[in-house]
């Protein structure tokens, strides 16, 4: 008999692969493709997936490695010196939702008890959909990041009590003052216990565990420190996910941050993934449409009072009026942790089924939602509050004000970036660099370094960075898909910029020159031809040997960098110099049908740097490539000598010959 659990996980899998493709499509987060999977697939939709307990276990390791993620972005020091906007903003977020709620529920009338827990649900904000969302769009960093991620932590440290006080409040009251004494005890005995002695050992435990050199190892132990805090915090009567939080905390402070943040990026997503996907399970849809009056107005409610409350906040710590909306937009919905909240009070007999499923649904409607205010945060507070101006349009005017020509554009101002702007001050060739890293900008510019704070797949940014005068483009990305937003905006603007992309390896240098890159420039084949290099000269091979490979492989492989496409003309350049030169192949060319090796163009001193067709270039082309019609042949050469071959490719040699008798005459 076939294995219903694997025919599950096949049907899960589909869907989402469809869902999310949709939604990429349209540009829309994954996460509202996996709530709608869960809501369709559920048991009270298509029921193809039945509401298995063990299915909501596997998908809770989604939030524990998602407060893992968050913890490695913030150090305990960071912590530390957050902590007026975490214990600040988000402890007055929290209580005074929860207030706000208790007598909304009071006036409808309701049990105090059911208006606490309903209290406690909504005052959560999602951490998963909005710290993902902000990612995407590069604005962690940003005042408005910073805020919302500071209340969202406290939230989810305010899970702790909530979990303990929703119990509580089923039971008797007299007893509440007790087991909430005794429950706040043992978190802050568990928690001074991982930080005092989880803090000294983590680093030399992961150095003697990185010393055996072996990538499965360093697995097995990242996920067993990662599960093994969450297993002590909740054995302590706290959430998993405070542990795996703490976890992520002490790692951050570790030479192996960013080795651990991207091993467990991908099947985090995965388990987040399935973490919605049952969120979505949990919705009756007919029950739903029953109370859909009461479902828009608690999600209206939970919009204006959970908006307008972070909004009051952060105006009166001090924030300006744009950045507390922005603020305000972002966490303006329910979260994930008020579900497990709202599951935990329906199990306790807290919610009657008239208050379940209208809370459960507005909710579900508003983290739908969420995704779209959080990548749209800007525009809509522009649009409530016309004179905002915010970090990136101010030094969008900064920028505007440099009024530079015949300069080099650098996107990324990181070890890389800084190294090539160096290069370029010492042989006096003036830079803009551009950098989302707040902290950096601070300090370059106190420095006296041209960088500003913006994203550079920005167009006004990009036009007001002068690219239109610029001499070249460099991006110094890590990340393939950042990089092409980069190229895709700079080439729009000025299609014949020089442009120079930084990439891991080879296997991302196809992705790259398709996306517009004019050089790409792998680091391993760098690092490979250095070690080469080495490596002949400590075996006894002269230098002058080694320099000329060297000086081979480079011309061989970076082509391009011998020459530029010329428009007019080219200033400070000799006329006879070498340059690029483009020949599209018409119907009527000679070169058609004939493989690439059969012109023998490069005893016409002229190279084929590259064949595009169908909008895709390959550079060093095989000589046993047909030439078919379309292609564009992209040569390198003096002038002189690429007019002759572009009149061998289009017309043969008679014509060419002809075309020399009537120059001579």
């Avoid at 007999?349 to 508003?366: D, E, T």
């Avoid at 959080?374 to 016309?386: E, S």
């Avoid at 990439?503 to 070690?531: F, R």
């Avoid at 000679?590 to 490069?602: H, M, W």
Wanted: proline share 5%.
């Amino acid at each position: 008999m076939p294995d219903h659990s694997l025919l599950t996980v096949v049907v899960l899998l589909a869907a989402a692969v469809f869902m999310v493709a949709a939604a990429r499509k349209v540009r829309l987060p994954p996460i509202i493709s996996y709530l709608l999977v869960g809501v369709l697939l559920g048991p009270h939709a298509l029921a193809l997936v039945p509401d298995e307990e063990r299915m909501r276990h596997l998908a809770e390791f989604g939030v524990v490695f998602l407060m893992f993620s968050i913890g490695l972005e913030f150090s305990l020091a960071q912590f530390i010196r957050m902590r007026r906007l975490v214990f600040g903003l988000g402890s007055a977020q929290v209580v005074l939702t929860a207030l706000v709620f208790l007598g909304v529920a009071l006036l409808i009338p309701l049990p105090w008890q059911t208006g606490a827990a309903l209290g406690g649900i909504l005052a959560m904000s999602s951490t998963a959909m909005v710290v993902r969302a902000l990612a995407e769009r590069m604005e962690t960093q940003s005042r408005h990041g910073r805020i919302a991620i500071s209340i969202l932590l406290f939230q989810d440290l305010a899970v702790i009590p909530l979990l303990i006080l929703i119990p509580a409040l089923a039971g008797s009251s007299k007893a509440l003052p007790h087991d909430m004494a005794i429950a706040g005890g043992k978190a802050v005995l568990a928690l001074l216990l991982l930080v005092v002695i989880g803090r000294p050992l983590i680093s030399p435990w992961f150095e003697w565990v990185a010393a055996r050199k072996s990538n499965e190892l360093f697995m097995l132990n990242l996920l067993l420190v990662t599960l093994g805090l969450a297993w002590i915090t909740e054995a302590a009567g706290l959430s998993l996910a405070l542990g795996a939080f703490i976890a992520g905390m002490l790692l951050a402070e570790t030479a192996y941050r960013y080795q651990v943040e991207a091993d467990i990026a991908s099947f985090r997503d995965i388990l987040l993934g399935l973490f919605f996907v049952t969120i979505g399970m949990m919705v009756n849809v007919p029950v739903l449409l029953e109370y859909l009056p009461w479902v828009l107005l608690i999600l209206v409610l939970i919009f204006l009072v959970k908006g307008g409350l972070v909004w009051g906040i952060c105006r009166f710590t001090g924030f300006e009026n744009g950045v507390s909306l922005r603020s305000a937009v972002v966490l303006a919905q329910a979260g994930e942790f008020g579900f497990v909240l709202i599951s935990l009070a329906s199990q306790k007999n807290l919610l009657p089924p008239g208050v379940l499923q209208p809370v459960l649904g507005a909710m579900l409607l508003s983290m739908l939602l969420a995704p779209v205010l959080v990548q749209y945060n800007g525009r809509i507070v522009r649009l409530l509050a016309p004179g905002y101006r915010n970090r990136h349009q101010q030094n969008l005017e900064e920028v505007r004000q440099q009024d530079m020509r015949e300069h080099v554009i650098i996107c990324g101002y990181g070890r890389v970036g800084q190294s090539i702007a160096r290069v370029l001050e010492d042989e006096g060739v003036p830079y803009l660099a551009l950098d989302l890293d707040p902290s950096r900008v601070r300090q370059a510019q106190a420095a006296g370094e041209s960088i500003f704070y913006g994203d550079a797949s920005r167009r006004d940014l990009m036009e007001a960075a002068g690219i239109a005068h610029a001499r070249a483009i460099v991006i110094t990305y890590g990340n393939v898909q950042e990089t092409a937003r980069v190229l895709a905006v700079a080439k729009e603007l000025r299609p014949q910029i020089p442009s120079i992309a930084r990439a891991h390896d080879d296997s991302q240098m196809a992705a790259l020159e398709a996306a517009g890159a004019d050089e790409v420039i792998p680091e391993v084949t760098e690092g490979a031809l250095m070690l080469a290099s080495q490596t002949l000269l400590q075996i006894g091979f002269p230098l002058s040997t080694v320099l000329r490979r060297v000086r081979r492989f480079r011309q061989e492989r970076y082509s391009l960098f011998r020459g530029n496409f010329w428009g007019g003309s080219a200033p400070g350049e000799e006329q006879a110099s070498p340059r690029l030169y483009s020949i599209s192949l018409g119907e009527t060319a000679y070169a058609l049908g004939r493989r690439l090796g059969d012109l023998q163009l490069e005893k016409r001193d002229v190279q084929v740097a590259a064949v595009r067709r169908f909008g895709i270039r390959g550079r060093d082309p095989s000589p046993e490539t047909l030439l078919r019609r379309g292609d564009v042949l992209v040569l390198f050469g003096p002038p002189e000598s690429l007019t002759e071959a572009e009149r061998y490719v289009l017309h043969g040699e008679q014509e060419e010959k002809a075309a020399k008798g009537m120059e001579a005459v």
